[in-house]
Each structure stands twice: as C-alpha cells, then as structure tokens.
C-alpha cells in the first residue's frame, strides 16, 4: 500500500476522522481509541447500539499492555501464539480507555491483525483504533471496499483497499479477564487451539452466572444478508419463490445450488462474499444446508444461525 495513503489516513484519524482499513478477518470502520469524540462517529455511522463494545486494535503487545490493568499471563501466551492473527483477547482495562468503547464493561477487548496495511496504519499511527466491522448494524461484515462503498459510502473520510479478507469472518473473542479463559465469540482460530496454548477454556453457556464475562451486543440476528436466510436441508427448501441452495452434499432439484467449500477456512474466506453477491441479485430467500459439524466449524455453524436470526449460546 502507498505509504502517502496510510499518511492521509493516520492524518484523518489523528483530527478525529473515520477511516475504513482491511484486517484479515473483515473490513474495519476506525477512530483513533484515544479520541472519545471520534469513537462516537463510529456509533453514529454504523447505527450500532450503545451497548455493543467496540474491539480496540493495538500495533502489538507493548501497546495492548499500555490500555490493560492487568494483562495476564494467559494472554501473554496468548499473544505470543496467536498475534498478529485473528483472536481478540478480553482483558481488564485501564482509565484511558472511555467507557464508550466497551459499553460500560470494565474490560477492553484488543487484538492484534495480522493484514499488513492494518500492521501499517497502526504502526504509522502509534494509537490504538477502535474499529467494529464497517456495515451498518445488524448487517453483513464486508469483506472487500466494494462490499463497505456499498453499505456505508459517504460517511467515512477514506476506504483504504486492501484486497478481500482472508479469513473472511469475524475474530474469536476470548476473555482471560475471570478466573478461568472463556470464548465469547467462536472463530477460525478454534477453543482447541486456544487450549493447546493455555488449557481448559469455558464456552459462554459453560461460565457459571455472574462471573464477568458478559459478552454484551451479541444480538441473535447478526450478519444477515437483506434476503430471508434459513438452514434448511434440500428436502425442507421454502415451497415459495425463487431461491438459492448453499450445500456441501447434494444440490436440490428445484432451486439454483451453489456448492460450498468443504475445507472450513476456504468456507469463511468465501460466505460474506457470496451472500453479498447473492443479496444483490433479488432471491426471495437463500436456504444453507446445515453446515458439517466438528470444531473447525463451530464459527461458520455460529455465523450462519445468526444470518438466519435463529440466535446461539455464544456471540456477536
Ligand atoms: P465486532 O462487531 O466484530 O467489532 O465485535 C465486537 C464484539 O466483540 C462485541 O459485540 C462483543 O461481543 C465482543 N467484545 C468486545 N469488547 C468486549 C468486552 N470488553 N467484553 C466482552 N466482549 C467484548
Ligand atoms: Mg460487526
């Protein structure tokens, strides 16, 4: 990327701007972290409820550490292993991190991405940014410009283009803020991978109430394209209208079917993009086969319920 853009956009962000960046996981919608006034817009374009923490993105460890109270042993391990790349880690956080950020929480959720013109934005800036994906609220994350052009265009100062997301859906959320580690959020970096690092880690429903992992602005419908999306085998398609069939197995007779990737990461890179796609063609509803089970799954099983408001036990 042209180190004169990443200048325009660490510019933008130091006079309080938005400005949209690729991470490996999707496309974020940025304000400098440290900018209380900034990190409003965020709210405003986005239409996104006061409730939902914002994950804040730091340049590496030495930074997460500057806006952590406590920056445990756990998520020392943790970023070791897994930084730059796409798990956020929950963590105690420190004063300078406005409440508006984490929804009230005393805790701040950061992570380090691994897309280089992220890498580059926040070494060049020397701030933290908080950025949520950058759609409007409810809606499905972008995963190329076109994709952020299309759902947010006038009101950011800059698009920075880096290509479509690698990973393509949301970070895993973990909380090493309790007692014990627990996965807020389900993503491609799996709850066993997280325990080969650190051990035992409690899903959301496992955490006994009240501990402090509440995982605020995880609403049940997420993600979800403009067309009515349903998990659906090829024997239970909606008997009305024209659709789409998304499988791993079989097509359907009756309907247009689309064939999904059967290795999980190519799944991920490949779902926002091709609902995206599919929204814009005028289906009257899009049925998915229930996704394959096993724990490289988990994301895409957790991402596509929630595309089809069915909710989940888990997250975001
Ligand atoms: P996103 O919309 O992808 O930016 O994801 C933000 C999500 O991360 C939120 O909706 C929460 O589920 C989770 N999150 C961020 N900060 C915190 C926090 N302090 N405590 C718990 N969950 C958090
Ligand atoms: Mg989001």
Known sequence: MDPQLIAQAVALLRAGQL???PTETVYGLGANALDP???ERIFTAKG???TSPLIVHVAG???ARS?????PETAEKLAEHFWPGPLTLVVPKRPVICDRITAGLPTVGLRMPRHPVALALLREAG???AAPSANPFTRLSPTTAAHVRESLGSSVALV?????CEVGIESTVLSVAGPEPVLLRPGMITREQIEAVIGPVLLAAEAPPGAAHLAPGQHPRHYSPRTPLTIAGQDALPAQGRGVFLFWSKPASASKSILLPKDPSECAARLYGLLHE???QGWDWIAVEPPPLGPEWQAIQDRLRRAAALGSASLN
């Open 61 to 63: 460890v030495a930074m």
């Open 37 to 39: 006034a900034a990190v």
């Open 160 to 164: 920075l283009d880096g290509g479509p």
């Open 127 to 129: 701030f933290p940014i």
């Open 278 to 280: 599919l929204d814009g």
């Open 48 to 50: 996104r409820p006061p």
């Open 67 to 71: 806006l952590a109270l406590v920056w």
């Open 19 to 21: 400005v949209v960046f």
